[in-house]
Nanobody
Framework: QLQLVESGGGLVQPGGSLRLSCAAS????????IGWLRQAPGKEREGVSC????????YYTDSVKGRFTVSRDNAKNTVYLQMNSLKPEDTAVYYC???????????????????WGQGTQVTVSS
């Protein structure tokens, strides 16, 4: 499996910001379409954002549009998720994941991703 290492989670107040990082080890992350997905207790894992390897286009689930931004830093072999205006309902474990190498189209469904990071906890609370 491709190794992904996530970081940047933590506790933040409503309205605050966090930047999550997803770093790749042993492969070039920029060749892959990357998704950010999250899972809250008692809920199914849901897709949050995606950045395509084919044209760099980005996609977001409706609940985070205008607040979250996904980006790549090729030099650092890292994908980021900038999260602004955080809400309590954003509280979840956040995962980054790759699609298979030839599956470049962005999707927001967990079943369409192959390799996963370990997850990082994001808690939005006063």
């Amino acid at each position: 499996q491709l190794q992904l290492v996530e970081s940047g989670g933590g506790l933040v107040q409503p309205g605050g910001s966090l930047r999550l990082s997803c770093a790749a080890s042993g492969f070039t992350l920029n060749y892959y379409t990357i998704g950010w997905l999250r899972q809250a207790p008692g809920k199914e894992r849901e897709g949050v954002s995606c950045i395509s390897s084919s044209d760099g286009s980005t996609y977001y689930t409706d609940s985070v549009k205008g607040r979250f931004t996904v980006s790549r830093d090729n030099a650092k072999n890292t994908v980021y998720l900038q999260m602004n205006s955080l809400k309590p309902e954003d509280t979840a474990v956040y995962y980054c994941a790759t699609r298979s190498l030839l599956s470049r189209r962005c999707v927001l469904r967990s079943a369409d991703f192959d390799s996963w990071g370990q997850g990082t906890q994001v808690t939005v609370s006063s």
